[in-house]
DNA sequence: ATGCCGGGCGAAGCCCGA
């Protein structure tokens, strides 16, 4: 089963070019990030028209998460539990009905959290501290989780094309770190990581500075695996030529083969 | 370089992202 998520930072903006690449890479799912579409104003049509049943959890202007699956579709949850008065899109799971080995997802945007000494950061830091509550709620299942998404933390310097550029940023805080890492904790496999060792591979390029032709990138988008996901994880890697057709996302797809 | 792009909203210019 394959697995790309990607945070497509507007999926009206980005339709044609999320359709050529499913249409490329053939994921089994995708769990899309960033979709700033209202559920109404979800391309399902065309979505569909490629084979994929679809969950979608999205607000206006801002944010929005989907799952987009070649299988069935069940036991769908939108939002991430632990604050009732949070009314941000930045979460969705569904279990992916593989046929005797089914495979329990989520869709993850976490909050930026810039800039940091303002709300904003705190947000940030409470929003992962409730999706590792709740991490620790899907491992007890003791069965096979994929968190993918834009967690919005640089994990070490060799995930940053400079880190000095990036320090004191919300995305490079201890605390944020430190928040991912603790999910991590829990039992979880950083699928890229566990595939690949050679530092400075990225998720994400700026538009601005000519950051893609200079390869000023950071690693923000992951595939966190459960035990049991990561005892199947056959392959991962980064889509990275994606950031440079027509009118890219900042974010590439990321993927991992989770074997039957 | 706390906004250089790029998108949403909505029809000019502000909000937001990382």
Redesign the pocket.
Known sequence: MKIVTW?V??????LPLVLDYLRAAKPDVALL??T???DD?FPTLEIEELGYNIARHGQ????GVAILSKLQLEDVRSGLPGDPADDQARYIEAVIAAPGRPVRVASI???????VETP?FDYKLAWLARLQTHAAELLAYEEALVLGG?M?VILSDDDVYDPRAWEG???FRPESIGALRTILNLGMTDAYRACHTEPHRYT?W?????AWSKDHG?R?DYLLLSPQATDRLQACAIDKQVRGWE?P???VPVWAEIGE
């Open positions: 945070n930072n507007s999926l009206k903006a980005r990030q960033e700033k579409s209202t104003s206006k202007s801002y944010n945007y976490a909050p930026n959290g810039n800039p904003k834009d919005n940023d919300a995305l994400f700026d538009y601005q500075a000519a950071i923000i009118k996302s900042d974010h």
